[in-house]
């Protein structure tokens, strides 16, 4: 089992950076490929990025492509979400999820661990 626990969200303004971090516990971090995904209010949960278990291959949804950058720390069990020149549209409920394989996938169904998630509000 994986627990994961979000943190580094809040209110920011256009053009303003967030950093969201997530922290994993277990032992078998190192072999999840990891995502963030954001849920907008009305809206389903959608990809914004997604990362292989040794950070070699990333994936950015087009909504943060250029401005967010995923990575993570396997010593630390954590995977961060570099949010810069923040949007309106970035505003909703960003959520940490793992899957017990390598692989990178966008759809919320394919992956098996998530944290409560963390309000991050742009506003103009």
């Known amino acids: 089992q994986v627990q994961l626990v979000e943190s580094g969200g809040g209110l920011a303004q256009t053009g303003d950076s967030l950093r969201l971090s997530c922290a994993a516990s277990g032992r078998t971090f190192s072999s999840y490929a990891m995502g963030w995904f954001r849920q907008a209010p009305g809206k389903e949960r959608e990809i914004v990025a997604a990362?292989?278990?040794?950070?070699?291959?990333?994936y950015y949804a087009d909504s943060g492509k250029g401005r967010f950058t995923i990575s993570r720390d396997n010593a630390k069990s954590t995977v961060y979400l570099q949010m810069n020149s923040l949007k309106p549209e970035d505003t909703g409920v960003y959520y940490c999820a793992g899957r017990s394989f390598a692989s990178i996938e966008v759809r919320p169904s394919d992956y098996h661990y998530w944290g409560q998630g963390t309000q991050v509000t742009v506003s103009s």
């Open positions: 990362i292989s278990p040794i950070g070699s291959t990333r």
